[in-house]
């Protein structure tokens, strides 16, 4: 498996169904933030978007974007018009699709749909803090024309409630959410807003490279040479360019993919902690508890039985 598909593994990644917004005339909605990425696009028409932190985007029909902030953010008609709250707006339970300003016969409205996707805890630092506050992907591009068919069918879902739209929606925001960071990890992609760090990390090919090996073998006793002659490197210019492109040096990265596996398998399984320590190298428990604590604030007897006390409500 590469890199980014066991990240996403170990997130836990859940997307919540879609909203569908229709707004027609001159008209601004402001949004609250959201807890960890939203997702999106637009399906006929125009509009901007406009989150903090970063400048205006000019979205058109068929363009997606990424929104990996929890501040407030603003879709508008333009740029002049004053945003009204979203919660005043519109009803606190959305219809789908939900209308402002407009109705469904009206030829210039603009459609949007998006999802918020949300993931666990403990693992949500390896993701959206290395991501640009807003991207977009292009229409007309080749990853716009791939994730096209998802739009469309995406497009059909929020149309109406129809027998399984719920579960097809949500499947569908996730799959809208990949194709939005393949295209970041395409080097001179369509998408605005340049992945910084970790995840542009995945895309130069020595340091790549280097990260597939720690994923690919967690178990080995790596070195940073070894590490370094695997890519053809240096080691002071591999230990260099590694902490600058994924903003931790290799073992220490090495050391929090470790523990982040860990987290998943004691979630997900029911094997003891000491097997789990084992396959990932600590030869003995207690060596992997304390490194588990030190990295994740908690003993791994104590997050298991958390996250099953979480999981029986």
Request: a neutral charge; charged letters at 15%; aromatic letters at 6%.
């Amino acid at each position: 498996m590469d890199p980014l598909s066991e990240v996403l593994e170990l997130l836990d990644l859940r997307a919540a169904s879609p909203s569908r917004l229709e707004a027609g005339g001159r008209w601004a909605l402001g949004f609250t933030g959201h807890q960890h990425l939203k997702v999106g696009a637009v399906v006929t028409g125009e509009c901007w978007l406009i989150a903090e932190g970063a400048g205006p985007r000019h979205l058109r029909a068929g363009d997606c974007y990424l929104l990996a902030s929890s501040r407030p953010y603003v879709v508008a008609s333009d740029l002049e018009t004053e945003p009204v709250p979203s919660s005043t707006a519109l009803p606190s339970l959305w219809p789908s699709p939900a209308y402002y300003q407009t109705n469904p016969d009206d030829p210039a409205r603009t459609i949007l749909i998006s999802g918020s996707l949300s993931f666990d805890g403990t693992t949500a630092a390896l993701l959206p803090d290395i991501l640009p506050p807003v991207a977009r992907i292009a229409a007309g591009s080749h990853q716009a024309t791939v994730v096209s068919p998802v739009l469309q069918l995406l497009g059909d879902e929020t149309a109406g409630d129809v027998p399984g739209s719920a579960t097809m929606r949500k499947h569908l925001t996730h799959i809208l959410f990949v194709q939005v960071l393949r295209t970041l990890l395409t080097p001179g992609g369509p998408a605005d807003g340049a992945p910084p760090g970790w995840l542009g990390a995945f895309s130069d090919h020595q340091i790549g490279t280097a990260l597939t090996l720690l994923h690919e073998q967690p178990a080995r006793r790596w070195t940073v040479a070894d590490l370094a002659a695997a890519v053809s490197m240096s080691r002071s210019s591999f230990a260099m360019r590694f902490r600058a492109l994924v903003g931790l040096p290799p073992l220490d990265y090495l050391v929090r993919w470790r523990m982040q596996t860990a987290a998943r398998s004691l979630r997900l399984t029911s094997r003891t902690v000491a097997a789990i320590g084992s396959d990932l190298g600590y030869t003995s428990e207690s060596a992997f508890s304390n490194t588990f604590k030190r990295v994740l604030g908690q003993s791994p007897s104590r997050y298991r039985s958390v996250h099953a006390s979480a999981g029986s409500r």
